[in-house]
């Protein structure tokens, strides 16, 4: 089986920056498309950006400027990079990949997520 697993969220004054990771592992062929989404308290979970196999990456408008997706294919590893963080980025991050797992078939699989919290 495949598992993501997030790390690098906490609490951070409005203006400052984190940086979150999400590792996968398991039986893993190759992995296309790895995206992060946020679900605050009381919303929907939203995509907040995606980054494709050939690194073609894609932002929610809320956060275009200040986020940036990243990618390490050789530690099968996606980053989000949070800049000029907003109170209204509060909200537990979760990974999502479209992992190859073999035979030409493929599956989704989500990490538990991590809170960011930004507040002063």
């Known amino acids: 089986q495949v598992q993501l697993v997030e790390s690098g969220g906490g609490l951070v004054q409005p203006g400052g920056s984190l940086r979150l990771s999400c590792a996968a592992s398991g039986s893993i062929v190759s992995i296309n498309f790895m995206n992060w989404y946020r679900q605050a308290p009381g919303k929907q979970r939203d995509l907040v950006a995606t980054?494709?196999?050939?690194?073609?990456?894609n932002y929610s408008d809320s956060v275009k400027g200040r986020f940036t997706i990243s990618r390490d294919n050789a530690k099968n590893t996606v980053y989000l990079q949070m800049n000029k963080l907003k109170p209204e980025d509060t909200a537990v991050y979760y990974c999502n990949a479209d992992v190859i797992i073999g035979f030409g078939t493929h599956k989704y699989y989500w990490g538990q997520g991590t809170q960011v919290t930004v507040s002063s």
């Open positions: 980054i494709t196999s050939a690194d073609v990456t």
